[in-house]
């Protein structure tokens, strides 16, 4: 049972470049979430979907976009990276809301921004 | 809008030893969270804890809650090697979303 997966898992963009993180789950969740990771800083909420079709900002949302593609995948897009984006990013997912039950995370993308 | 901080920033010890880490918040919340990170590893859950709870146990660790004072506690005893990790307290802000605190280093000595 792989659990969330996400690609690739190190990535080095130039400023200006696009691309996209891929996010699958096998464990038939609803719910999506795509977080960074700086050093020293909590995890920030960039994007969520609820549900499939259903797509939400979360605390950090500028320069980045989403697409809930079907119930496993939720991908990130970077149309176009800036410095500041240099980061980890994380996939995470969970059965129904998180009063009840608890994240799922993937092994993060390092992404650099040169 | 960071809502969890943990105490200590860091903290090392000898293995077989207690280590208690700390996690104050500022509003009131439905439940609190603990998740352990391996260096290079996604985040894996440990212990939720309600906030009718006041404590509650899982093997090695155990979890207190004190709405009062809005902290938290995670106590992991006999430490083990594997439990060097950062360990992070996250409440909930709504239904989807959580948030986060910066996070316990926490490193075993052999």
Redesign the interface.
């Known amino acids: 049972n792989a659990g ?1 997966t996400q690609t690739p898992k190190f990535q080095v963009l130039k400023t200006g470049q696009s691309m996209t993180l891929q996010c699958a789950q096998d464990m038939n969740h609803n ?1 999506m ?1 795509w977080y960074r990771q700086d050093p ?6 960039i994007y ?1 979907s ?1 549900s499939e079709g259903t797509t ?1 900002k ?2 950090v949302p500028n320069g980045y976009n989403v697409s809930r593609l079907n119930k496993r995948e939720f991908s990130l897009r970077l149309e176009s990276a800036a410095p500041s984006q240099t980061s980890v990013y ?1 996939c ?1 997912s969970t059965g129904t ?3 009840s039950l ?7 993308t390092r992404l650099t921004v040169t | ?2 809502q ?1 901080e943990e105490d200590p920033q860091a903290l090392s010890i000898q293995e077989g030893e207690n280590a208690t880490m700390n996690c104050s918040y500022k509003t009131s919340i ?2 609190l ?1 603990w ?1 352990r990170q391996n260096s ?6 440990l212990i ?1 804890i309600r906030s009718n709870e006041r404590e509650k146990h899982s093997g090695r660790l155990r979890v207190t809650l004190d709405t009062s004072k809005k902290s938290s506690s995670l106590l992991i005893t006999a430490s083990r090697a594997a439990d060097t990790a950062s360990y ?1 307290c ?1 409440t ?1 802000l709504s ?9 316990t280093k926490l490193i075993i000595k052999p």
Do not use: P
């Open positions: 969330v719910s979430y020293g800083m909590g995890l920030r909420l969520y609820a939400d979360g605390e994380f995470a809301a998180l009063g608890s994240l799922h995370f993937g092994n993060g | 809008s960071q969890g439905n439940n969270q998740y290079g590893r996604g985040l894996v859950h939720l992070f996250a909930d239904n989807y979303q959580l948030i986060w605190g910066a996070g």
